[in-house]
Every structure is written in structure tokens, then in C-alpha cells.
């Protein structure tokens, strides 16, 4: 079964430092793996993929997250935070069982920005 | 383009009362995903459609909830006799054609009160 373990529930950093949210997964499967992000009362957006391909992924606002199969790991890194990522971040696997796509996520970690 | 669109964004109704959340998916997506976001257990799948196959239905709580896709593009999500534990935001997602490595885009939820 397809699973992921965000390891913190509460990161804070302060403006201009760097970011690291962790996330460990369990797939007997290749897995394809996203991070989302979800701002106060707003709706969940896509940040980056890893779907086999390149193992470093570039998303949007500065973000990039390394897939290393030897650490089932998945961390999302940014060089320096902005305050405007202060948001919940879900680090999310695809379940591949029945062909569905359907998404799995994690419990989510908050990151505060301090000035 | 026009994004996911759910109606009501908010519902407050009273114990026992039955319910129902629309989603208007992605012009010419296929595959259509019900979730649910509770402070208790997160974010988690409720049912999917794809095109006029029938429906993955395995994410459903109990058999108080139901959904139906007409026409391939609009969806209902009922709820029946809803209980305080039915308390939560729904979310709908679209995707292209429902791939394992495919985006999901998701709608700004329905927050859903049960008094």
C-alpha cells in the first residue's frame, strides 16, 4: 500500500532563510509523487511532480524537491522563504491500484514565515 | 481557462438533514475526484469518476453518502441524515483523463457544518 509521512507538523523559519519540509514515502510501486500547498481559505494548488523522470524537480515560487529512492524520501526545499509561503504543505503519493490516480496525502506541515 | 467551481462554498444545516455539494469540473476533463478535509483525519479520498465507467466508490464513509456524474461533467455529492462527524470541507479535483501522473486541480471546497 501506497503511503506518506510528513515528518513535521510545524516548521517556522525566518524571511530569507531556507525552507526544508520533509516527507517520507512507502510504494511498492514506482511511485508518482506531489507537493501541494494550501493558503488560508483557499483552495489546494500544485507546487511540483516527480513522475519518473528527472529525480530533481522544479516547481513554482522558487521550489524544488529531490526524490531519492534509497531514502524513500521526497523534501521540498526553497533557498529563501518569502513571507507569502506561510500556508499548509502536503506532500501527496498517487495510488496506483485500480488505475484511479486517486491521491493520497499526508497529515501536512505548516510553515511559518517571521519577519 | 475557467478553474474547478464548487457551490455553496459554505453550508450550515442541522443534524439529520440531508445535503447536497455540486462541482462543476475542467472543461474537457474526464476523470472527476471527491475529497474530504477534517481536522481529525485529514484529507481523504472519497469516490472518483472517470468518464462512463462506473465509479470508484471504495472512499465513501457509509452508505449515507452518494454521488452521480451527469453527462460526464457535473457532479453531485449527497449526503443523507447528515451527522456532526460529517462536519468538514469538500473538495472536488479534475484531471485530464485520470492517470496515475496526472495533475489534479482542485476547487475551492465546501465547507459543511452540521449542527
Known amino acids: 500500500a501506497q503511503s506518506v509521512t510528513q515528518l513535521d507538523s510545524h516548521v517556522s523559519v525566518s524571511e530569507g532563510t531556507p525552507v526544508l519540509l520533509r516527507c517520507n514515502y512507502s510504494s511498492s510501486y514506482s511511485p508518482s509523487l506531489f507537493w501541494y500547498v494550501q493558503h488560508p481559505n483557499k483552495g489546494l494548488q500544485l507546487l511540483l511532480k516527480?513522475?519518473?523522470?528527472?529525480?530533481l524537480v522544479k516547481g513554482i515560487n522558487g521550489f524544488e524537491a529531490e526524490f531519492k529512492k534509497s531514502e524513500t524520501s521526497f523534501h521540498l526545499t526553497k533557498p529563501s522563504a518569502h513571507m507569502s509561503d506561510a500556508a499548509e504543505y502536503f506532500c501527496v503519493v498517487s495510488d496506483p491500484s485500480g488505475n484511479t490516480g486517486k491521491l493520497i496525502f499526508g497529515q501536512g506541515t505548516t510553515l511559518q514565515v517571521k519577519p | 481557462g475557467a478553474g474547478v467551481s464548487q457551490s455553496p462554498s459554505n453550508k450550515v444545516t442541522e443534524k439529520g438533514k440531508d445535503v447536497e455539494l455540486r462541482c462543476d469540473p475542467i472543461s474537457g476533463h474526464t476523470a472527476l475526484y471527491w475529497y474530504r478535509q477534517s481536522l481529525g483525519q485529514g484529507l481523504e479520498f472519497l469516490i472518483y469518476?472517470?468518464?462512463?465507467?462506473?465509479?470508484?466508490k471504495s472512499g465513501l464513509p457509509s452508505d449515507r453518502f452518494s454521488a452521480e456524474r451527469t453527462g460526464g461533467s457535473v457532479s453531485t455529492l449527497t449526503i443523507q441524515r447528515t451527522q456532526q462527524e460529517d462536519s468538514a470541507v469538500y473538495l472536488c479535483?479534475?484531471?485530464?483523463?485520470?492517470?496515475?501522473?496526472?495533475?489534479?486541480?482542485f476547487g475551492p471546497g465546501t465547507r459543511l457544518t452540521v449542527l
Open positions: 469518476f472517470q468518464g462512463n465507467s462506473a465509479p470508484d
Open positions: 479535483a479534475s484531471s485530464l483523463n485520470g492517470a496515475i501522473a496526472d495533475t489534479q486541480y
Open positions: 516527480y513522475t519518473s523522470a528527472a529525480t
